[in-house]
């Protein structure tokens, strides 16, 4: 298999916690961890560079109630995207794929930090760079943290990888029959219309300001970020 297989040379996976957990009681689903892993080797076979964000939502989303300072929970949810990052890690690396954690609030006994020029050594080193910790500030989320790593390392598209969800609708598909699958949407649109609800504005915003194509496919079957990389007809393309 060459080279010219591939649309993408690299790439900025955004996988929720969400989609790490789907079908298990615990915050971890190791069948779905593995498929994706697997994917991701096969992607790395035909040349793919790959940087990972990883979410934190499987362990921590919210607050306790209104009485929690969000600054907090928000921390919380940062270090749970570590959590994530390392069973990830840990997982690629039975595969024998060459993984790096780097985290945006230090924790140097586990991962290295994240400094943008050592992330480019690994990457043109063809290790896989997993971004845990999310851009390290609170209110922001993990979509922003992946558009702001996939400029830095100039990848070529976000893959921003949903679970119960295979692409941007009209209107929710779950609630109406005549939905409609849009294969290409302006960042303008996510910005205007928050139904289509996609990622959050502030991502999406810096998205459209940076020109980074984002490509929301869907996770379910991690076989996408196969046909992703191979520029096949799935999912939703948001660009200028
Ligand atoms: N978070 C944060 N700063 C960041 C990234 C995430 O404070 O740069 C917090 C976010 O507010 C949330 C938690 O970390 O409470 C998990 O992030 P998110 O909900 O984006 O995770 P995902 O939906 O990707 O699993």
């Known amino acids: ?65 209104k009485s929690m300072d969000p600054v907090r929970s928000d921390h919380m949810g940062m270090i749970a995207t570590v959590i994530n990052a390392l069973a990830l890690q840990d997982i690629l690396e039975s595969d024998g794929i060459d993984t790096r954690v780097m985290t945006a609030i230090e924790m140097n006994q586990v991962a290295e930090p994240y400094i943008r020029n050592k992330a480019l050594s690994h990457l043109n080193k063809g290790r896989v760079c997993i971004f845990a910790g999310g851009i390290g500030s609170p209110y922001f989320t993990n979509d922003t943290a992946a558009v702001l790593r996939a400029a830095e390392i ?30 290409d949407v302006k960042y303008q649109n996510i910005l205007i219309d928050k139904n289509l609800g996609v990622m959050d504005t502030t991502a999406a915003s810096f998205s459209m300001n940076n020109d980074i194509p984002i490509w929301i496919i869907g996770i379910d079957d991690p076989e996408n970020i196969v046909k992703a990389v191979k520029g096949e007809n799935i999912g939703t393309l948001i660009q200028s």
């Open 1 to 65: 298999m060459g080279e010219q297989q591939i649309k993408y040379k690299r790439v900025l996976l955004k996988l929720s916690g969400e989609a790490l957990s789907k079908g298990v009681n615990g915050i971890l689903n190791y069948d779905i961890l593995k498929n994706i892993s697997q994917k991701i080797k096969i992607c790395i076979g035909i040349g793919v560079s790959f940087g990972i964000v990883v979410g934190g939502g499987n362990i921590w989303r919210g607050s306790f109630g």
């Open 154 to 183: 100039r990848a070529d598209v976000v893959l921003l990888a949903k679970n119960n969800a295979d692409a941007v609708y009209d209107k929710d598909p779950n609630k109406f029959l005549d939905a409609h699958k849009l294969t």
